[in-house]
């Protein structure tokens, strides 16, 4: 249920911005590969990405047990 709770708050979360010093270096970086090595190079910040997007769960759902438990004890009290 926690997992069907974050899948559909996050369809309604703004999406972040791209760092602008990110998309400079980046651009300059493809400037110097082959195209195989591009995209090999967007392959990797895929997978990032991905990596990244699964710890944010993993720790959405960790803070709302926690958050669970906090108001058990204080129920319990």
């Known amino acids: 249920m ?12 703004p999406a972040g911005e791209v760092n602008e010093e990110w998309e400079n270096l980046s ?9 195989e090595q591009v995209k090999m190079f967007h392959k990797l910040c895929d997978m990032q990405s991905d990596s990244t997007a699964d710890e944010v769960k993993d720790a959405y759902i960790a803070g709302f047990k926690d958050g669970i438990t906090l108001m058990t004890e204080v129920w319990d009290g």
Request: net charge negative; proline share 0%.
């Open 27 to 35: 651009d300059e970086f493809e400037a110097m590969l082959t195209e």
């Open 2 to 13: 926690i997992d069907e709770i974050f899948n559909y708050r996050e369809s309604s979360l």
